[in-house]
């Protein structure tokens, strides 16, 4: 897991500016084209003039003397916030963050954080972390860091602070909708080490826990597949796929992971600006699971390649897709190197799922939902996703997933308190929702066809076993 969060690189490193084109077979489009040109370029040196008017100015007569390459650099990431939260300038410190981030470890606490509003804001923390474990949740404000505001600094000046040697203490303060008063936390550092996956049996089933799409994810998770297996002596009855608070890393594992599960088909799209700029990624022959019942668990903090993943194994009808409405993000960032310690992280694309949906706003909706009623925070902590980020891209097929998410009679199943299932032994409730489900898919299952629907018997309401 990291500390800023994670989008879809794309393996295409640059989108070409300009395509060589064929020799014009009449002059009259000359003119026609130099016009544009001109005219666009035209356009293009009024404004650059505009902001070397306002250049000038500054140097000439702000209060203090300013350092060039300090106001070049701020106009970069001005130019680059205005776009969207998931663009930006990488200097030294970023860029060696996200290699660190799909490739590394670092000494941190576990944290997927994005910035709103000048407010550095919890995506998700990683599962047995430090900020796990102190109770750090989705939709938290950290406003100080040892006592000290942080309140505008930088994502990544933020994230520095909160990286360090493991094994120091740190102390934050966190702003939690519907707590009165700011939560204080002691926390040590440790090594985050991105191992993607975790796997564990339980009832003759694999449970596999992917928490990022860092590089090697796919190769992970094929390992641990083989693992549960050798465990077991068998193949196991099922597998449950457990993306939650998941925050995505690499399209091409999100790909591969994807294509572990399923025999053909189409992954994910994804479409560019223009009209013919769209890639597919398919499916190649090859179930690793050999056709067994899958069940993918999801929650509010799945976002980007677990959306991906999610979205296909979905549309495919290749797996039952259980939990939450995922975090919305449906759009891919690729990196363009500027030199050897800088680079650009430029929204380049919308993906879509097989069947032509864009998760961008909406998310993934499951087709069973189940609460987490085993957290006690549950009902009362706010929601956040993709839509609650300012300047975030808009899903051209707009949906109102208000609808969806108003539920006036309350599910039978779901009417358990945190503190019942406790005493039943019962710890992780979508998990346990899952494994009990799991062996209510039908007796087709086994040889879960693609392209035709998952029969999935209604579970009864769940009972904890000695």
Do not use: C
């Not at 040109?37 to 356009?43: E, G, I, P, R, T």
């Not at 919890?122 to 404000?141: F, M, N």
């Not at 990624?281 to 929650?299: E, K, R």
């Not at 925070?377 to 899903?395: G, Q, V």
């Amino acid at each position: 897991m990291t500390d800023s969060i994670k989008t879809p690189v794309s393996a295409k490193r640059r989108f070409a500016l300009w395509q060589g084109a064929a020799a014009l077979s009449t002059l009259a489009l000359v003119p026609l084209a130099t016009g544009a040109m001109a005219k666009v370029d035209s356009k293009t040196q009024a404004e650059i003039s505009r902001f070397m008017d306002v250049y000038l100015e500054v140097k000439s007569n702000y209060v203090e003397p300013v350092d060039d390459a300090k106001l070049i650099e701020g106009a970069i990431n001005g130019m680059l916030a205005s776009l969207d939260p998931h663009s930006g300038y990488l200097d030294a410190r970023g860029f060696a963050n996200i290699r660190t981030q799909t490739e590394g470890e670092y000494g941190g606490l576990g944290l997927s954080v994005t910035m709103e509003d000048g407010v550095v804001k919890v995506i998700a923390p990683t599962a047995d972390t430090p900020a796990d474990r102190a109770g750090i949740k989705s939709g938290d404000y950290i406003t100080h860091i040892n006592k000290q505001l942080i309140i505008g600094l930088t994502l990544d000046e933020a994230v520095d602070q909160m990286r360090g040697r493991p094994g120091t203490k740190i102390d934050i303060t966190v702003v939690r909708e519907g707590q009165s008063k700011p939560i204080e936390m002691s926390l040590t550092r440790e090594i985050i080490e991105l191992k993607p996956v975790k796997w564990q049996v339980s009832d003759d089933v694999g449970v596999l826990t992917v928490t990022s799409f860092s590089a090697d994810a796919t190769t992970d998770l094929r390992a641990a597949m083989l693992a549960v297996e050798k465990s077991l002596g068998k193949k196991p009855r099922g597998w449950i796929l457990d993306l939650r608070s998941n925050p995505g890393g690499l399209l091409d594992e999100a790909v591969g992971i994807s294509d572990l599960f399923l025999e053909r088909g189409e992954i994910v799209s994804q479409r560019g600006r223009r009209k013919g700029d769209i890639e597919r990624f398919f499916a190649q022959p090859g179930d690793a699971a050999g056709g067994a019942p899958v069940i993918v668990l999801i929650d509010s903090g799945s976002a980007s390649a677990s959306e991906i993943v999610a979205g296909a194994l979905q549309d495919q009808h290749r797996a039952v897709v259980m939990g939450e409405r995922s975090f919305g993000k449906g759009s891919v960032q690729t990196v363009l190197p500027l030199s050897d310690t800088t680079a650009l992280r430029l929204t380049t694309a919308r993906y879509f799922t097989p069947s032509g949906r864009s998760v961008q706003e909406g998310g993934i909706e499951p087709d069973i939902r189940v609460p987490q009623l085993s957290d006690p925070d549950y009902a009362s902590r706010p929601k956040f996703r993709e839509s609650d980020l300012r300047r975030h891209l808009i899903n051209e097929k707009k949906v109102d997933n208000g609808l969806l998410e108003k539920d006036e009679k309350p599910d039978p199943r779901f009417t358990a308190s945190a503190a019942e299932l406790k005493a039943k032994g019962i710890e992780d409730f979508q998990l346990h929702y899952a494994l009990q489900t799991i062996g209510r898919i039908g007796p087709s299952a086994p040889r879960m066809a693609q392209g035709g629907k998952v029969p999935v018997k209604p579970a009864a309401k769940p009972t904890a076993r000695n």
